[in-house]
């Protein structure tokens, strides 16, 4: 699984299992492009992703050399801008054409794309040209601006995204993951004309871009009409990250907030210590953490049904792992009416597997289930292509997913849950009623 073959100025990645290839191509302008074949498919999917994201906010500029510290917000707000042009709306274009287009900021990516089944090319032709260029002005900063921060106070009146966020700025002292994607009021009021200048054009560059396309196509085709279509030079290079030095531990032990709700959410946090950067090292981790919480927090574990049982969770719960560009984290909670007793039980249920492992029956049976959604995910023309960008900006072979997950063992697991889910890593964010905090 997961071989890769050059030949003629091309790069085949093949997945034996699946079936699946990603064909990759650097074009002259320094954009890679990739093509996911699926002949059977009358739909078609295109994404263009920047190797830029949420905690990009320093970086040396490529063009002039100067550290630029940009406010919380710039990746998202940029997003925004990148749908507005002199020429019109860029989503109205994509809509006359027949397409549903979109776009997302996460930490590390920020990412333009669409779905059709007719008038492929002319959308490929509207989604390029729509990224080589920013129209801004003082006017439509100013109205977009305004636009988000009205966006953030509706945030801050879900206790989700308080609970969410209350425990990022609880796990991390420094790292830019603090904030939310979206920055804040008082960050997004910073954004200037210039700064949004000067980060598209420290990351918008065919080098720090890709694109995959995705359906019934031929590469060969996609490469030639790309290479018209993008043919915007990066002068400068890539921009040079500068990386936040995290301290170890948690910045503060537990949080507490109050929202307009009848019932508290409450989440449990773990620290990465010693993230991963990128590579296969990142998405061993990723899947070691999946494994090991769908084993001890799954609806089918003892665990789950013992807390159901006692009343103190519901449909709400979850255990999930985040990892990304040098951050990991796993969060379990959800809604209750006793956060001091959820904490308590979890924490039970951390401390016997720390100590005693987990069964290999329970990880056998897991395993094939996360195996099967992987390959699930793998039928979607989205997600395919989505990872295909996320693997080569962080460095991993896409499909070798499924290889990692059938090398994994119980003693891996053990080893995690030792390693990862250590109480003076974790960190607890709760957001209560109103009413209590007037008792």
């Known amino acids: 699984m997961g071989r890769a ?54 970086f040396v500029s490529p063009r002039t050399g100067k550290t630029i510290c940009a406010p919380a917000g710039v990746a998202h707000f940029l997003e925004h801008k990148m749908f507005e042009k002199k020429w019109g709306n860029v989503l109205e274009k994509f809509s006359q054409l027949g397409a549903n287009a979109n776009a997302f900021t996460s930490h590390t990516v920020t990412a333009y794309h669409f779905t059709c089944t007719g008038r492929f090319w002319d959308n490929l032709e509207l989604l390029l040209r729509a990224v080589q260029s920013v129209h801004l002005t003082r006017q439509n900063i100013a109205k977009e601006a305004g636009i988000i921060q009205q966006e953030i106070r509706m945030y801050q009146d879900s206790p989700d995204w308080r609970v969410v966020t209350g425990l990022l700025e609880s796990l991390y002292h420094r790292h830019p993951v603090r904030v939310d994607t979206v920055g804040t009021t008082e960050s997004v009021g910073r954004i200037t004309k210039s700064i949004l200048l000067e980060c598209f054009r420290a990351f918008y560059t065919p080098a720090n871009m890709m694109l995959v396309v995705a359906g019934a196509l031929e590469e060969e085709e996609v490469f030639e009409r790309c290479e018209k279509l993008y043919r915007r030079h990066a002068a400068a290079g890539r921009p040079r990250r500068l990386r936040v030095r995290e301290p170890a531990g948690v910045f503060r032990k537990e949080i507490t907030s109050y929202a307009d709700v009848k019932r ?30 769908a084993i001890v927090f799954g609806k089918s574990s003892p665990v789950y049904l ?11 719960f979850s255990a999930s792992y985040l990892s990304d560009r040098g951050l990991g984290y796993c969060a379990m909670g959800g809604e209750t009416d006793s956060p001091g007793e959820l904490v308590e039980g979890c924490l039970k249920a951390i401390r016997r597997v720390r100590r005693s492992g987990i069964s290999e029956s329970s990880f056998a049976r897991i395993r094939r289930r996360l195996l099967g959604g992987y390959l699930r995910r793998f039928n979607s023309l989205e997600a395919a292509a989505v990872r295909a960008v996320a693997g080569r900006f962080l460095r991993y072979n896409p499909f070798s997913v499924l290889d990692t997950l059938d090398a994994i063992t119980p003693e891996d697991i053990n080893n995690r ?21 007037m008792q």
């Open 5 to 58: 073959v050059s030949r003629h100025g091309t790069t085949t990645i093949r997945d034996s299992l699946l079936g699946e290839r990603l064909i990759l191509k650097k074009l002259p302008s320094s954009l890679e492009c990739g093509v996911i074949p699926r002949p059977d498919f009358a739909k078609k999917f295109a994404v263009i992703g920047a190797n830029y994201g949420s905690v990009d906010d320093r």
């Open 264 to 293: 508290p959410r409450v989440l449990i946090g773990f620290k990465d210590e010693k993230p991963a950067t990128g590579g296969e090292r990142l998405v061993r981790a990723a899947l070691e953490t999946d494994l090991l919480l």
């Open 306 to 316: 013992r807390l159901y049982e006692k009343g103190l969770i519901d449909e709400s």
């Open 417 to 437: 849950a030792r390693a990862h889910l250590r109480e003076e890593a974790m960190s607890v964010s709760t957001v209560l009623p109103l009413q209590s905090k």
